[in-house]
């Protein structure tokens, strides 16, 4: 590897990925990316191979001259990140994808670990969504076990009344059914972990959705005590050497009467992480280059309190954006499109009620855009 200027190959050339093509410039680090959409966001900061990225031929390309390979998405084919193992680091590895891509794997390695989960059975016919609702209850959630993000892929069973339903809009291929968790609010841990197997996280963040779409992310999270931040740390850095991973891994979790159960987890740098760009000492993205290259993780001690705001379907006005002290508007180059995340906000103060403050103006600026 060279030690001046390092190449890293990504898989996924969306925002992430823009993102951390951003934080390596001032290290000296060079990205490349393989993504399907021409033009992705990513092709802003570094090279843009452009091809599905299971496929050989791109996968080789992308690789050609690399030190190392990550990747910005868990939809990244295993199978894929498994192929180039032999020819190239892969970090985090191939594990971690095929374990985030089967909601029923996933929820069996939390269990297996000790980590809190709510009730969960598999699902594979009509008949056997019978037999997991003797098992799990009502009401639950019943989603498919691969695919589906922002709420999408699942469908909310209110009693057994709903099962035809919900097995019609979703049946015809596996499935998991999972209690419908009476949680206080949920928060995320983001934690990173090295070559060297040293593991850093960062404070837990509390998460706003709406339509199964994160909204807004505060951090260090309101009300967290020293015992619970010490439960998500312990939690992550369990997955983290279970995993043997290496990189910036987040867990979704839910607070349950003062506890934490694991919702799912993602092997990568997340959306509720992007509060460290300008909150953190070291942002995630940051971060997640310094664990895959082998280099000293950086602090995760964050600066003050910050909020992140994600931009749905389109930007905020910017001059307004810009007016609010301490905030930052990123915006991604999408195009608009209801639904779709085109950027996000950032805004960071020295206390909590000055941050909420300054959050409730942004907010009022594009109702039904910003949070």
């Known amino acids: 590897m060279s030690a001046e200027s390092p190449v890293v190959a990504v898989l996924g050339g969306g925002q992430l990925g823009w993102m951390l093509g951003l934080a390596g410039i001032p290290l000296g680090v060079r990205c ?19 091809g599905a990225l299971g496929d050989e ?8 001259g690399a030190d190392l390979v990550t990747y910005e998405w868990e939809g990244v084919p295993a199978e894929a990140a498994q192929s180039l193992e032999p020819r190239v680091p892969v970090r985090p590895g191939p594990r971690p994808l095929a374990v985030s891509q089967d909601r029923l794997t996933e929820k069996e390695t939390f269990a297996r670990l000790g980590i809190g ?11 056997s969504l019978d037999a997991a609702l003797d098992r799990v209850g009502a009401p639950a959630v019943l989603k ?7 709420g999408k892929g699942q469908h909310v069973l ?29 928060v995320s841990v983001l934690a990173a972990r090295g070559i060297d197997g040293e593991v850093r ?4 963040v509390e998460n706003v959705h709406r339509d199964g779409i994160l ?16 439960a998500g740390e312990a939690l992550a850095q369990q997955l983290l050497v279970d995993l043997d991973y290496v990189g910036v891994l987040a867990v979704e979790l839910f607070e349950c009467d003062g506890s934490l159960r694991a919702n799912e987890m993602a092997p990568r740098v997340h959306n509720s992480g992007h509060w ?27 600066r003050g309190h910050a909020a992140m705001c994600n931009a749905i379907g389109a930007l905020p006005p910017r001059d307004a954006v810009l007016a609010v002290p301490g905030a930052r508007l990123h915006d991604y180059g999408k195009e608009p499109r209801p639904g779709r995340k085109v950027g996000h906000v950032t805004v960071v103060a020295d206390t909590a009620h000055e941050l909420e403050a300054r959050l409730a103006t942004l907010l009022e600026l594009a109702p039904g855009t910003l949070g």
């Open 201 to 204: 996280a960062f404070p837990l």
């Open 57 to 64: 031929r791109a996968l080789a390309e992308v690789i050609d």
């Open 32 to 50: 490349r990316f393989l993504d399907p959409v021409p033009g992705a966001p990513a092709s802003a900061v570094g090279p843009l191979v452009v």
């Open 276 to 302: 460290t760009i300008e909150g953190a000492e070291t942002s995630q993205f940051e971060q997640h280059l310094r664990a895959v290259l082998g280099w000293p993780l950086g602090s995760t001690a964050p």
């Open 144 to 150: 498919t076990r691969r695919g589906g993000y922002d």
């Open 158 to 186: 209110q009693s057994r009344a709903d099962a035809d339903a919900a097995f019609a809009a979703l049946g015809g291929v596996p499935l998991i059914l999972e209690e419908l968790v009476p949680f206080t609010r949920e």
């Open 117 to 127: 989960v709510p009730a969960f059975a598999a699902v594979d016919d009509r008949a």
């Open 215 to 230: 909204r807004v992310s505060r951090a260090p999270s309101p009300a967290v005590d020293e015992t619970m931040q010490a």
